[in-house]
């Protein structure tokens, strides 16, 4: 079943900009993951944060994680055209597999 | 390394047709399996999942079912495919369940005609 909800559902941007997703979600998590998806290619794992965590960095990518809202959010810096894909949040409620939400699609233009 | 290997990536089956998908994993042991489609510009709508050999579990009712015949193999099938079970069909593993993240197949591309 899908819990989290990813907002906006497309965004547009031109290269060197910063591109912000949000992920809301209904139920308590362990984590949330964060997901990128190439078009007709398998989903890849970006970034883990644990529900004790506030933000985590990976190269040009922040995750925040509010547990009290409910709601995380992804900002990739300095976009780059390669960046153009689908991004997934997806909840680890202690279930034995992940809910994904529908996705965000970033076009990122030169 | 760890990799995972999902075959065929597109099939055009018709209607009634019968259907295998499989999926198999390497360079782990024991690691969780889980069949998730994806309708066109749609979320993911998790299937199945295996938490060891012939253990599975199903999330949807629908026309698939899914084997485990051994550790690292995980199979999608049907009997009589339907036109509702065309969309983009992903294998996926991780261990200790998914706090660590999982590893997705490249893919399956179906359309039922």
């Known amino acids: 079943s899908q819990q989290g909800e990813e907002d906006p559902q497309a965004l547009s941007i031109q290269e060197g900009e910063n591109a912000t997703m949000n992920c809301s979600y209904k139920t308590s998590i362990n984590n949330l993951q964060w997901y990128r998806q190439n078009s007709g290619r398998g989903l890849v794992h970006l970034i883990l944060?644990?529900?004790?965590?506030r933000e985590k960095h990976s190269g040009r990518l922040r995750v925040t994680l509010d547990t009290s809202k409910k709601s995380s959010s992804l900002l990739i810096t300095a976009s780059r055209a390669a960046d153009t894909a689908s991004y997934f949040c997806a909840t680890d409620d202690s279930g034995y597999a992940l809910n994904f939400g529908k996705g965000t699609s970033l076009l990122v233009t030169p | 390394s760890q990799t995972i290997h999902q075959w065929p990536a597109t099939l055009v089956q018709p209607v009634g047709s019968p259907l295998s998908l499989e999926c198999t994993v390497e360079g782990t042991s024991n690691p969780n399996l889980y069949w998730y489609r994806q309708a066109a510009g749609r979320g993911l709508q998790l299937l199945f999942y295996?938490?060891?050999?012939?253990?599975i579990s199903s999330e949807v009712p629908q026309n698939l079912s899914a084997s485990r015949p051994q550790d690292r193999q995980f199979i999608l099938s049907s009997k009589k495919l339907l036109l509702s079970d065309s969309g983009f069909y992903l294998c996926?593993?991780?261990?200790?369940?998914?706090?660590?993240?999982?590893?997705f197949g490249s893919g399956t591309r179906l359309t039922v005609v």
């Open positions: 295996s938490v060891g050999i012939g253990q």
């Open positions: 996926a593993w991780s261990v200790f369940r998914a706090n660590y993240g999982y590893t």
């Open positions: 944060i644990r529900s004790n965590e």
